[in-house]
T-cell receptor
């Protein structure tokens, strides 16, 4: 039973390019959460999506960042015109439901480096 | 005030001792509480979830929840060097996103 799959594991982009991070949730999971983590810091919530819906995007910058979770295919976190400050580890988690008892499981993360 | 607060540590305990990790949260409406373990350079791994006041035990781990005091803790019995990691407390409320503390770094000394 495959866990949460993220790709790529490592991504290098030049300033001004676009970064696309993909997350395939665990089988049977329809809720996806994206987090950003800087070295020696905690996980910062970015966005919470259910299939075809954004439930909460309060942690995602309004400019340059967007996320989607289409009916078919993985969830995508898109960062346009990347800057050095976007360099971080981006983690995706998924849960089976959005209910109170739901447990979230994390993927291995994408390490984004902006040069 | 941060939504979820943890002492960053490091918390150092000798091998075989009990490690006690603490977490407080600000939202009284929080309903679900989780502990994750994260090794350096790796992704967070779910250890325990707790939803009701009291204790919940799973092997060497015990989670304790006190909603009145807005406090959740994790006890690790018979600590091993392999337990050395950062422990993240997470709380779920509102739209049911998971809000994480900054983590407590645990060092178990052999």
């Amino acid at each position: 039973n495959a866990g949460v799959m993220q790709n790529p594991r490592h991504l290098v982009r030049r300033r001004g390019q676009e970064a696309r991070l993909r997350c395939s949730p665990m089988k049977g999971h329809s809720h996806v959460y994206w987090y950003r983590q800087l070295p020696e810091e905690g996980l910062k919530f970015m966005v919470y999506l259910q299939k075809e819906n954004i439930i909460d995007e309060s942690g995602m910058p309004k400019e340059r960042f967007s996320a989607e979770f289409p009916k078919e295919g993985p969830s995508i976190l898109r960062i346009q015109q990347v800057v050095r400050g976007d360099s971080a580890a981006y983690f995706c988690a998924s849960s089976a439901t959005g209910g109170r008892l739901a447990e979230a499981f994390f993927g291995q993360g994408t390490r984004l480096t902006v040069v | 005030q941060k939504e979820v607060e943890q002492n960053s540590g490091p918390l150092s305990v000798p091998e075989g001792a009990i490690a006690s990790l603490n977490c407080t949260y600000s939202d009284r409406g929080s309903q679900s509480f989780f502990w994750y373990r994260q090794y350096s350079g790796k992704s967070p791994e779910l250890i325990m979830s707790i939803y009701s006041n009291g204790d919940k035990e799973d092997g060497r781990f015990t989670a304790q929840l006190n909603k009145a005091s807005q406090y959740v803790s994790l006890l690790i019995r018979d600590s091993q060097p392999s337990d050395s990691a950062t422990y993240l407390c997470a709380v779920r409320a509102g739209t049911y996103k998971y809000i994480f503390g900054t983590g407590t770094r645990l060092k178990v000394l052999a």
